[in-house]
């Protein structure tokens, strides 16, 4: 098993003097294992309170 990636409540949870301004679904296309795998990497862009 793959370990799991950090979700937008564990973001906010380890970031909460932080806000997140935008998530972007992060581009693996290229990426051979990734397509195969399916990832759902995620961005997430912060600004302070």
Known sequence: MLP???TRADVEEAFP???I???EVADTEPDSL??????DEL???LRRR
Do not use: I, N, S
């Not at 990734?34 to 990832?39: E, G």
């Open 43 to 45: 961005f997430y862009r």
């Open 17 to 19: 003097r932080w806000r």
């Open 21 to 23: 301004t935008d998530v």
């Open 4 to 6: 799991r990636g950090a």
């Open 34 to 39: 990734a397509r195969l795998l399916k990832f």
